[in-house]
């Protein structure tokens, strides 16, 4: 499976593919109205659009397009989020996406840093692409500061599957 972090490990997390297991770990993040509050999940339940979350990453894994991973906190063996490079389509043009989300207990703990910076390495070390980008919602104020942690710069607004995000980027040689 192209571009997973598969047994790829930081110095506070370990990365593994999102099992069927993991799903009620991770709904209450579909159900937190802060982490949500960027998310438009449409007419759908919280439980529908986890599940439809779900399926798309196991479509991902299936066609390597890459996906999220789990995260896994290395000294409880617990799951607190999802990293990963994912393949977008962004203005007719195939990008890698650095993406993370970890559920609220696990918020302002250098989490998503750490995971994003991990997928960063990855991605350049390995190859995938000379430009890593972010979509990020304006509003999103957590989540530009992780892509600044990471160097990323933003880049313009795009309108992203009916969603109005800030395209950030950075190049392999920044």
């Known amino acids: 499976m192209r571009y997973l972090l598969s047994h790829q490990e930081s110095d506070r997390l370990l990365f593994r593919p999102i099992a069927e297991t993991d799903f009620e770990t ?8 802060a982490a949500m509050q960027h998310w438009p999940m449409g007419n759908l339940t919280a439980e529908e659009y986890a599940h439809q979350w779900y399926e798309k990453q196991w479509h991902r894994y299936k066609h390597n397009w890459g996906g999220m991973n789990a995260l896994i906190l290395k000294d409880t063996q617990t799951l607190i989020g999802h990293a990963g490079l994912l393949t977008q389509q962004i ?4 990008e890698l996406e650095v993406a993370y989300s970890l559920l609220p207990d696990y918020w302002q ?38 892509a600044k942690r990471l160097g990323i710069k933003k880049e313009k607004r795009v309108l992203f599957q009916e969603v109005v995000a800030d395209l950030y980027y950075i190049d392999h040689q920044n």
Do not use: H, M, R
């Open 26 to 33: 991770w709904l209450p993040f579909f159900k937190s109205k």
């Open 91 to 94: 203005d007719n043009k195939i």
């Open 109 to 146: 703990k250098g989490y998503a840093t750490e995971a994003a910076l991990k997928c960063k390495a990855v991605a350049f070390e390995e190859g995938y692409c000379q430009k890593l980008v972010a979509l990020i919602a304006p509003s999103n104020t957590p989540s530009i500061a992780v």
